[in-house]
């Protein structure tokens, strides 16, 4: 059921309350100057309304006199239930929350009845003017405020909807770029077997068995930290979880292997020293994290 059902079944106005709402739309024009008094100072009060002050004197009072026209003296169809709705859609996209409006009426319903208990003096006809003026008002209520809400919600649910997309994409993204790695490290684990038995035949072929070893080890070593390094990665996968201690090992370990295989080269003790040195603040580093982690 639409809107217009709605209103036809719950809100519907007889002609005889129409021409009583065009009187009501007379008196509003007869006292626009109160109307205006007691909006600005709400206005004035109200944290919310406070930035719309300096458009007071011509947006708001041509908004008002606007709703005025179609609220009390027009046609009660779909194209006004669109205004109001329009109304409610304006108000969302200025941030305004539904109160707002909720108050506004409440001007609105106040003035009036102390305008139409002095402008009536049969009980009857004063009684049929507020009634009147009550459907109206709260038909006003009901749609302004439901696409204020409405609107406020579909706005939510499209930055929401966008963020669990990107956060899925991410998602995605960085396990098919952690497969990738396990690749690269899988294929990087075959090439060092291949160093490692190339280095440990040097012990039988070339004669020099210390070196070979050292070579040999110190291949051993790196060939072991990848085996680490698949096994974090595969973790990672599962478990979405990293450990950092793993990469600092890894570091630690090649400059082991460079110290190591420097050991046969030409002597250079500036070179020793930085290595010996940079492996120090590693496996300190390395304690460190440890010790924080525990």
């Not at 106005?13 to 129409?18: D, R, W």
């Not at 009684?127 to 204020?148: G, M, R, S």
């Not at 450990?243 to 295989?261: G, H, M, N, P, Y």
Request: hydrophobic residues 45%; aromatic residues 14%.
């Amino acid at each position: 059921m639409n809107e217009l059902q709605d209103f036809k079944r719950f809100y519907d106005i007889s002609e005889e309350e129409k021409q009583l709402l065009k009187i009501v739309h007379k008196i509003i024009y007869e006292n626009i100057d109160l109307f205006y008094k007691e909006f600005k100072k709400f206005f004035e009060e109200d944290d919310e309304t406070k930035k719309f002050l300096k458009n007071f004197e011509t947006n708001f009072k041509k908004n008002f006199l606007k709703w005025v026209d179609k609220t009390f003296a027009g046609d009660y169809d779909s194209q006004y239930i669109n205004f109001l709705k329009k109304i409610g859609h304006t108000h969302a996209k200025e941030g305004l929350r539904p109160r707002i409006f909720t108050v506004s009426l409440g001007i609105v319903r106040r003035i009036l009845t102390e305008i139409i208990r002095n402008y009536f003096e049969n009980v009857d006809d004063r009684v049929k003017v507020i009634n009147a003026v009550n459907k109206i008002l709260d038909f006003n209520l009901e749609v302004v405020n439901a696409e204020t809400r409405e609107t406020e919600l579909e706005e939510k649910f499209f930055t929401y909807k966008v963020e669990s997309k990107l956060i899925k994409f991410t998602e995605n993204f960085s396990h098919i770029i952690n497969l990738f790695l396990v690749i690269c490290l899988v294929l990087l684990s075959l090439s060092l077997m291949y160093f490692f038995i190339h280095d440990f035949s040097k012990i039988f072929y070339t004669g020099h068995v210390e070196k070979g070893l050292i070579s040999a080890l110190g291949t051993m070593l790196v060939l072991w930290m990848m085996i680490e390094l698949i096994e974090v990665e595969v973790r990672n996968l599962k478990e979405h979880k990293i450990d950092t201690k793993i990469f600092i090992s890894v570091v630690i370990i090649a400059f082991i292997r460079k110290i190591l295989i420097i050991t046969f080269e030409k002597y250079d003790l500036h070179k020793e020293i930085f290595l010996v040195g940079t492996v120090l603040i590693l496996a300190i580093v390395y304690f460190l994290i440890s010790k924080s982690e525990k």
